[in-house]
């Protein structure tokens, strides 16, 4: 069974830093795009960054120039460095990753999603 597993939420005080980690596992053939994703009580779903296969990154305009993706391919890991945190960064994130994985008959497309983890940015 293919699982995205985030970890490294919690709370911190404004202008600290966190990592957060998401772990894939599972019968997996490629990782393609993956991406970050936030929700605030009462708001939304948000993108929070996106990183291709090769490595090019975007990320949303409220948090660029503090929030950095990369992944990590050989370990199947996606990551988020969080620096410079705010209040209004308090959400609970979640990593999305459009895989493909081992069917029954042969490989499927898959949008797979974690179970998020929260993040309290809060003095």
């Known amino acids: 069974q293919v699982q995205l597993v985030e970890s490294g939420g919690g709370l911190v005080q404004p202008g600290g830093s966190l990592r957060l980690s998401c772990a894939a596992s599972g019968s997996i053939f490629s990782m393609n795009a993956m991406g970050w994703y936030r929700q605030a009580p009462g708001k939304q779903r948000e993108l929070v960054a996106v990183?291709?296969?090769?490595?090019?990154?975007n990320c949303a305009d409220s948090v660029k120039g503090r929030f950095t993706i990369s992944r990590d391919n050989a370990k199947n890991t996606m990551y988020l460095q969080m620096n410079s945190l705010k209040p209004e960064d308090t959400a609970v994130y979640y990593c999305?990753?459009?895989?493909?994985?081992?069917?029954?008959?042969?490989?499927?497309?898959?949008?797979?999603w974690g179970q998020g983890t929260l993040v309290t940015v809060s003095s």
């Open positions: 999305n990753a459009d895989l493909v994985v081992a069917g029954d008959d042969g490989p499927i497309y898959l949008d797979a």
């Open positions: 990183i291709t296969s090769g490595g090019s990154t």
